[in-house]
């Protein structure tokens, strides 16, 4: 039976994040108002339960507004559109991966409005949200945290509370700095092996039952093996969380030679125009780079989620 919650929620960005997450609270019961700046993005959501406002500012008379977009700028837009009126939600949930300093900027404008904040961005893409393994770090007053938690589990299965202020967003950054490097280093390796005279698939799944397998590395597995690059994250917005990462070590004083180096390299890959599809073309671009073209190897790969 889904679980009726009497708190009303708006939701803002129906992306490829933020549609699976709203789905998740309206099939869940929730009473969800979503608004996406391309309306009709948001429209399917309706066969959900889910209602679809016309401007953002209807979502301000929501109990707990949850915001999902995709840079600090565009939060800054759709909240200030969001609080333009007299209305104003209890709670504002933020989940886009953004920096620490806008999600402070943001904190400041909201606690002068009266306003609770909670930082909770994810880990987890679009598949993970429906296979129901997405993850939430957050951060924030813990009463705000505990008034939104049966929203998010809702939505995740982890919600993880780190502690006051913005410290969810530097849990973020190293996570998908390391989301990066990884994805760089697995490019590396499939291709010194395939280039070595081992099929990809074999190389990836004695890989995914080491030690060294993960849960990424198991779901990228058809992607590498078929060069099935359907975004799940565009190379852009992997940018921009390297560029985070970076920004936070020079403010940390913390050296991040394998970060900087992987920005470089997706830098080169956006450089040369490979900006529509996943940011696991990396692994086209290593393989250019070794001299190789790749096929797709038509090999049947389990993703660990389906
Ligand atoms: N994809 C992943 O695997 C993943 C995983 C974890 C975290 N994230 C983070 O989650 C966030 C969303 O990622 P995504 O992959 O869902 O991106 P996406 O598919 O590109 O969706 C972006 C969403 O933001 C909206 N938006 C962007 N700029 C806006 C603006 N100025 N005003 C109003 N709406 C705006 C878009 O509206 P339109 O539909 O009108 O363009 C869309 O709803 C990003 O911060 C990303 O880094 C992504």
Redesign the pocket.
Known sequence: MPTKIKSTVGW????????EMAGRLARGGADVLVW???KE?AEPLKKHGAKVADE?AELASRDIVFC????W??VK??VG?LLKGKSKPKLLVE????SLEGSAELREMLEKKGIQYLAA??????K?IKAGRLSFVCSGPRKSFEQALPFLKMIAPGASYVGEGELARIV?ICH?VFLGVVTQSLAEITILAQKAGVPRHAFLEFMNQSVMGSTFTRYKAPAFVNLDFK????PH??R??MDLGLDAGRRFEVPMPLASATRDLIQSMIGQGWTEQDFATLLLQQAEAAGIKLKPENVEVGDGLS
């Open positions: 803002i960005g129906a992306g490829r994040m933020g549609y996406n700046r391309t993005k953002v999902m977009v995709s840079t700028k565009d837009e759709v559109n989940c886009s991966s953004i961005p994810v880990s987890g893409n679009a993970v973020k998908n975004v799940t994250f565009t917005l992997l921009k969380d």
